[in-house]
């Protein structure tokens, strides 16, 4: 499956009980900055789990254009022999990050401070996405960057050959951004300083401290700030990828939907800049159990147990959660039309600017399947119709979203009638397994 490619339309029926294991792919932030990380340390940074879907694909040869060797063998482990923090290479060709902000941005930070130039581009979605929240704070530290209107891809950054570090306040609640920001600083001389008012998800920071950088996290009446000193000799790490929680929240999802279901998400991260959305299932009334709760790399992990949950009532989102669960909106949305009452979900401007207007794409759907949805700028309003009671039988455009893709595709298996996406292709950008992996536990989706 692939976003480029021609279409792949899906249908899920109304299925059965969901049971059984389901082992999700590992996760995407971490995928990527495990390649970036290891790319910037000098030697040889083993990777095991790591998310083989398009976007980190698409990392991974990124890497490799920057000089980095990048190889997996037949186990599916990943060796990164990296160039060290400054000796990124030129590359040579346009660097395509299909369908990745996350990609394209990270890997613009970590070559602005370098003296070298470098074009990227991606598929309709990205080229449509704004980046000028990362080339802004990147000129600071004196890259120049030239794209299209309004910030966007294709786009052209040339790296500062002599850059100064920055303190730069996150003005949006973007881990993206803030990692773009530590990754320049990487090169830079000094002190980099980010603050972010909303904590969002640290695996940058976590990740650098693991490779040896001299990182430090404060909470702060002005909100977190984080200090990086400047050009440390990385040293390469063994790094065994987690399994996404923003993957596992579908299984869950679903199998919370799903009459008589009992399904088993094991190894799942609840580190709690992600794990929002479980928080907010529970309050829903959810049944969803965190078993054989542990800690492993320095981070909080549980399996997850959901069932079938015939009582869910609607709630309100807490806005400082929202950074916490941002991916999972889409799926919680769905979620909420099951639901007896409203949920609530205020500020949530981001959603708007993600691999679509997943406000827009979702409000879309379902609306078409029955359901009523309010919406503004940074806020909309499912109302819930109760278990059983869901239309269903529309169609929906995914808008070259994977999460949309599947979010509509859990709603199909607990409505009335069938839903329909007109492109599953996306899909394969953060869970190539999606499909196997559903129809294992007892969905019924088909092509076509
Ligand atoms: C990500 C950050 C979030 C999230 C994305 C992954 C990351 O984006 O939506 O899927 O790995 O840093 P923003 O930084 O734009 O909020």
Same mark, same amino acid.
């Given at each position: 499956m692939s976003g480029h490619g021609t279409p792949i339309p899906m249908i899920s029926h109304p299925c059965g009980p969901l049971a059984g294991r389901a082992d999700v792919p590992g996760d995407k932030s971490i995928s990527h900055r495990a390649l970036i990380l290891g790319a910037l340390s000098v030697g040889e940074t083993v990777i095991t789990g /790591? /998310?083989?879907g398009d976007d980190v694909l698409d990392t991974a040869k990124a890497m490799r254009a920057f000089g980095a060797e990048v190889s997996r063998d037949e186990h599916g482990t990943w060796r990164v022999h990296g160039v060290g923090v400054g000796g990124f290479a030129e590359p040579s060709q346009v660097i395509d990050c299909g369908n990745s902000g996350t990609g394209v941005r990270l890997i613009m930070g970590a070559m602005a401070t370098s003296p070298i130039t470098a074009t990227f581009t991606g598929d309709a979605s990205l080229n449509k996405r704004p980046m000028a929240r990362v080339t802004d704070p990147l000129a600071l530290f004196g890259a120049r960057a030239v794209g299209r =209107? $309004? $910030?966007? /891809? @294709?786009m052209t950054v040339v790296g500062a050959a002599d850059p100064v570090p920055v303190r730069y306040e996150v003005p949006v609640p973007s881990a993206q951004v803030k990692s773009a920001v530590l990754l320049a600083g990487l090169n830079a001389p000094g002190q980099t300083v980010v603050i972010e008012r909303e904590a969002t998800r640290d695996h940058t920071e976590r990740m650098l401290a693991g490779f040896g950088a001299t990182i430090t996290t404060e909470d702060t009446p002005e909100g977190r700030v984080i200090t990086l000193n400047g050009q440390p000799d990385l040293i390469p790490q063994g790094i065994a990828v987690p399994r996404d929680p923003s993957s596992a929240a579908f299984p869950v999802c679903a199998a919370i939907l799903t009459p008589g279901s009992d399904v088993l998400v094991p190894n799942?991260?609840?580190?709690p800049t992600r794990a929002g959305l479980f928080t907010t299932l529970r309050e829903m009334g959810a049944e969803l159990e965190y078993e054989n709760l542990r800690e492993e790399g320095g981070e909080p992990v549980a399996d997850l147990r959901a069932r079938f949950s015939p009582d869910l009532r609607g709630v309100e989102v807490p806005p400082a959660r929202a950074a916490s669960m941002i991916d999972e909106y889409p799926v919680l949305s769905v979620v909420a039309a099951f639901a007896t009452g409203q949920t609530v979900m205020r500020g949530v401007r981001e959603l708007r600017v993600k691999e679509s207007d997943r406000i827009a794409a979702m409000a879309a759907g379902l609306r078409a399947g029955g359901v009523t949805v309010e919406d503004g700028p940074d806020w909309w309003i499912v109302h819930g119709l109760g278990h059983g009671n869901v239309p269903g039988g529309q169609t929906c455009e995914s808008h070259l979203d994977h999460r949309i893709a599947m979010s509509f595709l859990v709603m199909g298996m607990a409505a009335q009638a069938p839903v329909s996406v007109?492109?599953?292709? @996306?899909?394969?950008? =953060?869970? @190539?397994?999606f499909e196997p992996l559903m129809a294992a536990l007892g969905a019924d989706i088909r092509r076509g």
């Open positions: /790591l /998310l083989e =209107s $309004g $910030g966007r /891809l @294709p799942i991260g609840l580190n007109d492109d599953a292709g @996306p899909i394969a950008t =953060s869970f @190539p397994v």
